[in-house]
């Protein structure tokens, strides 16, 4: 079973990046794709982007189209996820998820705790 733990979070101005990074441990980490999930108070949590086990097959939400960018590297088991250009709405709790496949991120029980993004305008 598959534990993962995000880090890089913080307090940030509009405009500004931050690197998120999750790390796994306890399972085989080159056959999760890997997916990074935001929830801002009072919303639903959403995928803002997956990336396939070999990571040859990247998604992302429309918000964060050309902004974002998740990356993983499987020698060191872990994902990252690069955002730049920050917004205010980019605001939330952002959390790793593994599962058997993108589609399969939806319904996964493989969470991390997440890592609070504030972005001030």
């Known amino acids: 079973q598959v534990q993962l733990v995000e880090s890089g979070g913080g307090l940030v101005q509009a405009g500004g990046s931050l690197r998120l990074s999750c790390a796994a441990s306890?399972?085989?980490?080159?056959?999760?794709?890997m997916g990074w999930a935001r929830q801002a108070p009072g919303k639903e949590r959403e995928f803002v982007a997956r990336?396939?086990?070999?990571?040859?097959?990247?998604y992302y939400v429309d918000s964060v189209k050309g902004r974002f960018t998740i990356s993983r590297d499987n020698a060191k088991n872990t994902v990252y996820l690069q955002m730049n250009s920050l917004k205010p709405e980019d605001t939330a709790v952002y959390y790793c998820?593994?599962?058997?496949?993108?589609?399969?991120?939806?319904?996964?029980?493989?969470w991390g705790q997440g890592t609070q993004v504030t972005v001030s305008s």
């Open positions: 990336i396939t086990r070999s990571g040859g097959s990247i």
């Open positions: 998820a593994a599962a058997i496949t993108t589609q399969a991120l939806d319904r996964t029980d493989y």
């Open positions: 306890g399972g085989t980490f080159s056959l999760y794709a």
